[in-house]
């Protein structure tokens, strides 16, 4: 009987702490699964550069995000314009790196992918903020922030990850670079 109780008082336990809590769909948000995301996300924005295709551009965006970018054609505008030949000298192995939010809003996975293109002799870095998981709001997943700048010195390079600091969703363009100046 003490050993039926001690069984009837752990499962009870288990139920009760184990109701409070959603469990994420860890697939999702294995590191490798988040690789995968990123390097689908890579590629798929090379393969928009390279056919110039504004709609699947804006398809990797988040739902929620995209409907709240006011600016997202001068951002594609300002993408295009940097390359007008196919993409093909790409290192997509730079950095994929993810965190995970676990609280009162459910749970959360983000990505920030970096990589570099190189194209007629110049160099480009580019970074993509996305959101791979989002229990709550599915909505939100997608992409949220692309910046693509071409890199000459040590200069440029910090304009690149100033750029990657503006908490701001789109793509940046030559228009944000108030942003960039409000926030030195």
């Not at 039926?4 to 109701?19: D, K, M, P, R, S």
């Not at 007008?84 to 939010?101: A, C, H, P, R």
């Not at 793509?171 to 926030?183: F, S």
């Amino acid at each position: 009987m003490r050993k039926f109780i001690i069984a009837i008082l752990i499962v009870t336990n288990i139920l009760i702490l184990g109701g409070c809590v959603q469990i994420p769909n860890f697939f999702k948000v294995s590191d490798s699964n988040v690789n995968k995301i990123g390097l689908k996300y890579q590629k798929n924005l090379i393969k928009s550069i390279n056919e110039s295709d504004e709609e699947l551009l804006k398809s990797l965006f988040s739902e929620d995000k995209l409907s709240g970018i006011d600016d997202i054609n001068a951002g594609i505008e300002y993408i295009f314009s940097l390359f007008d030949e196919e993409l093909t000298n790409i290192k997509y192995d730079k950095s994929i790196s993810s965190g995970k939010t676990f609280g009162s809003v459910g749970y959360i996975n983000t990505i920030d992918i970096y990589f570099d293109v190189f194209h007629k002799g110049e160099h480009y870095m580019i970074h993509i903020d996305a959101c791979s998981y989002d229990m709550d709001n599915p909505k939100n997943e997608g992409i949220y922030k692309i910046a693509v700048l071409p890199v000459k010195d040590d200069e440029s390079e910090e304009k690149f990850y100033s750029a990657c600091r503006i908490w701001r969703n789109g793509i940046y363009h030559p228009g944000w670079d108030v942003d960039l100046e409000n926030e030195q």
